[in-house]
């Protein structure tokens, strides 16, 4: 129709011109000019119509186009809100469904508590601060999600709202849907003055008395028997931590007749460590391989096992064992019943302990450092530092160690400080510091002595084998010998030690059947044959010192120590050519080592190279040496 119309007008237009054409032939001049000037103002007048009608036109378009965006938009934020509150729900609904958490109601209380601010929800506040601090004090090498009743940290007192909201329908949800552990309880009035009962979900409840001045004890014993009901394994690591063993045994016990396999394998990890605690190692060990039956992928299992047979100086099966827990670490094969922090650093701990075992003392310094860096876990930070003692001691390093004894001054606990004795005896002997480690094996002696069964086990297979080549150094052998007596046969340090005190007599046959006896017992470590190799050097036969030699350095191929007697033995062969090479490959993993330097520059000096000689025995001076060492540096120096 629209398009019809326009052809009309087109027609019409074409007819006014015509007779417009017509007119002016036949009008004045003047009348023309007119008639001209009314058409033109006609036609702009058409022309401002027609740019009127596009502008309204444009606009109708851009208010349509607008209307629909806003449409689409409302529409878009209609969606997005029914999503957003879908997904608030789903995950209310989820949060709710795998809540574990452990909440703690408003007690009942006596009307005159309540008057003196012992609320109802006071109670339960102190009924929670004592589980809290349970939880701290326990200290575990276990997963909290392997626990059937696990409610980690998230514990929380509820009090009752009016009306309702949405933390109120969040607890509706939990309670429904949920695995939350309720506790309620009561104070009420008794014979015996007050009774507190707390109460876990639908179990017996446990009910302690006692008078009003007792209520702190009485709430913590209520706070007990719910961490007894609730965390049964956790419960007995904090009796054991808290010298209850007596208690820990009987829910261990318990743990082992009921019907989860989490709590049955790591209750047994629990009753070797009673049986540790005691002194019987090999009942730990026994309890262990049944933890091990039940779930043999607990690293933790054979990290202890390893401990033990350290302990016993069982050396080869702690190797044994060691490297098991580091290929189940490094794989990531570790049951999930262990925490991931905790199998970490286990990890970092048996890779010290691998490389103290062969006798790369560097590797071992650097994978401690890494542990360190973790932070502390169950004690291993305190552990780690003192053990930083020995390795720093074990490449010679001086500075390194009077660091490390700065960094463990102010160890705290039972273990922490014996472990830092320990660890300063080893050192005395190393820097021939007889007095010192003469003085730290007195005072381990004495506070092992306090440590019930354990403490003679650690005296006989750890203390008495360092106070033995103490006491040989400083020249005391016929005290040296005393120690030494009832040392067990068993006990691969004991031999080597029984091994040095014979070299330093020069009693060589006995010394040979001591080390080669240890050499039998522990053929994947290198520490008998350089014992071997140090005393035939003693002994004065060099070439028969480089086959024991030769072969420490083939069990462990970073063991130094083995490295500088080859070069000593070489010099004794007149072959300092051929020792300069052995200096340098041993001064790659102990650079800090003054005798080392010193023996260095004497196979230099013998070969001709004064200069290089003057170099390392600079290099000598500004390290540590023995008073020994110093008189032959001197010596050497003059020449």
């Known amino acids: 129709m629209a398009e019809e119309e326009t052809g009309s007008e087109k027609k019409d237009d074409a007819q006014g011109f015509a007779q417009a054409a017509l007119a002016l032939n036949a009008a004045s001049r003047a009348q023309a000019d007119a008639f001209l000037a009314e058409q033109t103002e006609l036609t702009r007048l058409q022309i401002e119509r ?10 109708s378009l851009f208010v349509s186009y607008a209307s629909a965006v806003l449409k689409l938009s409302f529409e878009f934020v209609v969606a997005l809100i029914v999503i957003v509150i879908g997904v608030a729900v789903g995950a209310a609904l989820w949060t709710a469904s795998h809540d574990k958490g452990l909440v703690i109601e408003a007690f ?11 609320t109802g929800e006071v109670v339960a506040g102190k009924v929670l601060d004592r589980l809290t601090m349970l939880q701290v004090q326990t200290s575990s090498n276990r997963a909290a999600s392997s626990y059937v009743n696990n409610w980690g940290s998230d514990i929380k007192v509820q009090i009752p709202e009016t009306g309702v909201s949405i933390g109120e329908l969040y607890r509706y949800l939990a309670q429904w849907l949920g695995h939350e552990t309720h506790i309620t309880g009561e104070i009420y009035r008794d014979e015996h003055g007050l009774a507190v009962t707390a109460r876990v979900g639908g179990s017996p409840a446990a009910t302690v008395h006692g008078s009003d001045a007792d209520l702190d004890t009485l709430i913590q014993k209520a706070a007990e028997g719910v961490y007894r009901t609730t965390q049964p394994y956790r419960f007995a ?8 063993s007596k208690e820990a045994l009987a829910i261990y016990r318990e743990l082992i007749a009921g019907t989860s396999i989490d709590d049955r394998a790591w209750a047994y990890i629990g009753l070797s460590a009673e049986k540790s605690g005691i002194g019987d190692l090999d009942g730990s060990t026994a309890m262990l391989q049944r933890a091990m039956a039940i779930k043999p992928d607990i690293p933790l299992i054979y990290s202890n096992i390893a401990n033990n047979e350290e302990t016993l100086q069982h050396d080869e099966q702690a190797l044994v064992d ?20 905790d199998v970490r650093v286990l990890m970092f701990l048996n890779r010290v302990a691998l490389a103290q075992a062969l006798g790369d003392v560097a590797a071992a310094q650097a994978i401690n450092r890494q542990a360190e860096a973790l932070g502390d876990d169950n004690g291993s930070l305190q552990q780690q530092r003192a053990t930083d003692i020995a390795l720093c001691a074990g490449l010679y390093d001086h500075a390194c ?4 004894l700065d960094a463990t001054a102010a160890l705290s606990g039972l273990v922490a400080p014996l472990n830092r004795a320990a660890n300063i005896m080893q050192a005395g002997i190393f820097f021939e510091d007889f007095e010192e480690a003469i003085a730290q094996g007195e005072f381990l002696d004495a506070q092992l002595k306090k440590l019930g069964p354990v403490g003679p086990v650690f005296t006989l297979r750890a203390v008495a084998p360092d106070l033995v080549a103490a006491y040989a150094g400083r020249g005391d052998f016929a005290k040296a010998e005393a120690i030494a007596a009832p040392m067990p046969l068993d006990c691969v340090v004991c031999l080597r030690a029984r091994g040095r005190l014979a070299a330093l007599e020069h009693r060589w046959g006995a010394a040979e059947y001591w080390f080669a006896r240890a050499a039998r017992a ?66 790659v993993f102990a650079p800090n080592w003054g005798r080392l330097h010193l023996k260095w520059g004497e196979a230099l000096l013998w070969t001709g190279d004064r200069a290089g000689a003057a170099k390392q025995f600079a290099l000598a001076a500004g390290l540590f040496l023995t008073p020994k060492e110093m008189a032959e540096l001197k010596r050497v120096r003059a020449l």
């Open 50 to 59: 027609e740019h009127k009608e596009e502008r309204l036109r444009n606009w």
């Open 108 to 118: 009942s209380v006596p009307p005159d508590l309540a008057g003196r601010g012992l």
């Open 237 to 244: 690591v904090y009796l054991d931590n808290h010298g209850r």
């Open 322 to 341: 060691v490297r098991k827990v580091i290929e189940m670490t490094a794989q990531g094969s570790g049951d999930a019943s262990m925490g991931a922090r």
């Open 401 to 404: 160690y009077e660091a490390a």
């Open 522 to 587: 522990t053929p994947s470590t290198p520490f008998p044959l350089g014992d071997w190799g140090e005393m035939l050097l003693w002994k004065g036969d060099p070439a028969a010192a480089i086959v024991k030699l030769r072969g420490a350095l083939d069990r462990g191929p970073h063991f130094f120590p083995a490295m500088e007697l080859w070069g000593d033995a070489l010099i004794a062969l007149n072959r300092s050519d051929l020792a300069i090479e052995k200096f340098a490959a041993a001064a």
